[in-house]
């Protein structure tokens, strides 16, 4: 397969703003335009609100079980980034090309979408199906609704591939994420009365502590798995808002924390234990003094961890299609994980780097996109035998 109709096909996508903020609906007309022209059916799976829309298309049989190209539509905001030319234009220099979304993951879905004449050129016995969904990096939000179709489908897909960029390397893991946000509530007086008041920045604190010793006792006492960066199960809090002045008790804190955890470990179970502490340590102490004190609870957003087997079916053919026999584990979530639990085993390759990704002057070399119609090519020869 020819690049050149990748790039091309790039630029277009790059042209389009879909940070997660904005709908994504003129880039999917674009594609169903392209679909279109080449006689493919796709269908429109839209939020709620009806300005967001995942796409899903068919390639081939669609009575036989086929394979899946996921990737998501969506992009990062630019906002307070430099960058040295204009992010919604893609520009090409020295076997790079700029622009944001090129590489987190664009450049995946030009790759998919320039194979389809090859894809259609002779019959197909397994079909090919895109997946292109919205909001993937405000927590993977878009493409539930498109699952929840899928699991109701009379012929359920053998795999999915999803080309988050990985340099074309085949991960078979990522960690599992729930973040929340806590909201505490106090009694307000003046400071100098401060014991007759319930101060909740301070228990906010208490809080936050817990939840730093858990994080430490997973890093030294807990599960390993080293085929992770960072081997074992993260915890950390990332927000507070709380008081407006120093001669005033605060009566309201607010702070989000997070779980990132391996296979061995569970998010929801970590967060119960966070609960069982404010519940049973804090809360008797702030209710004796204001029965209206205490915590709440919110999920912000979550996603389910990957983890398929060296030796599986999908692991071997991603392997064999990338021309790559090493596989790993990553730090980002990713699709690939909600597939999985769906039932559709599921891996992680696509090309370009992830520490091009979500940065200023974000890029993909012309190099991995070439590796990538390379593996699309091996699935299409894949699914006529
Ligand atoms: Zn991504």
Not at 170 to 189: D, N, W, Y
Request: overall charge negative; some cysteine; proline content about 5%.
């Amino acid at each position: 397969m020819s690049v050149h109709k990748t790039v091309e096909i790039l630029e277009a996508l790059v042209g389009f703003d879909t940070t997660s903020r904005n709908s994504n609906l003129e880039l999917i007309a674009w594609v169903e335009d392209y679909l279109d022209r080449l006689g493919i059916a796709h269908e429109r799976v839209l939020d709620a609100t009806g300005t967001k829309a995942n796409l899903w298309s068919t390639i081939g049989p669609d009575t036989a079980p086929g394979y899946i190209l996921s990737g998501h539509t969506d992009v990062v905001p630019v906002d307070d980034q430099d960058w040295s030319h204009d992010p919604f234009s893609l520009i090409e220099r020295d076997g790079r090309l700029y622009g944001r979304g090129s590489c987190d993951m664009k450049g995946f879905l030009a790759s998919c979408l320039a194979a389809i004449p090859e894809m259609k050129a002779r019959p197909l016995k397994r079909p090919i199906h895109l997946s292109f969904s919205y909001d993937e990096e405000v927590g993977c939000v878009g493409v539930r609704g498109l699952i929840a179709q899928l699991k109701r489908a009379p012929v359920k897909p053998i795999a999915c591939f999803v080309g988050e960029p990985t340099e074309m390397n085949v991960v078979i893991g990522h960690k599992s994420k729930l973040s929340l946000r806590a909201t505490v509530r106090g009694r307000t007086c003046h400071s100098s009365l401060a014991p007759m008041g319930v101060n909740a920045v301070e228990y906010a604190a208490k809080l936050i502590v817990k939840i730093r010793e858990i994080s430490e006792r997973l890093a030294k006492k807990g599960a390993k798995d080293e085929l992770y960066d960072v081997p074992f199960t993260t915890g950390h809090t990332g927000v507070v808002k709380g008081g407006t002045a120093l001669n005033i008790v605060p009566d309201r804190c607010d702070f989000e924390f997070e779980f990132r955890s391996i296979a061995a470990d569970n998010v929801d179970t970590l967060a119960d234990e966070v609960k069982a502490y404010a519940r049973d340590v804090l809360e008797p102490d702030m209710k004796a003094v204001a029965p209206e004190a205490g915590f709440a609870f919110e999920v912000k957003s979550g996603f389910p961890g990957l983890e398929v087997e060296p030796q599986a079916d999908v692991t071997r053919l991603a392997k064999q299609f990338a021309g790559n026999e090493h596989h790993c584990k990553v730090a980002f979530g990713t699709e690939a994980g909600l597939f999985d639990e769906a039932g559709i085993p599921s891996v992680v390759v696509g090309p370009g780097s992830i520490d091009q990704a979500h940065k200023a002057d974000e890029f993909v070399a012309v190099a991995e996109l070439e590796k990538c119609g390379q593996f699309i090519d091996q699935l299409v020869a894949h699914c006529r035998s």
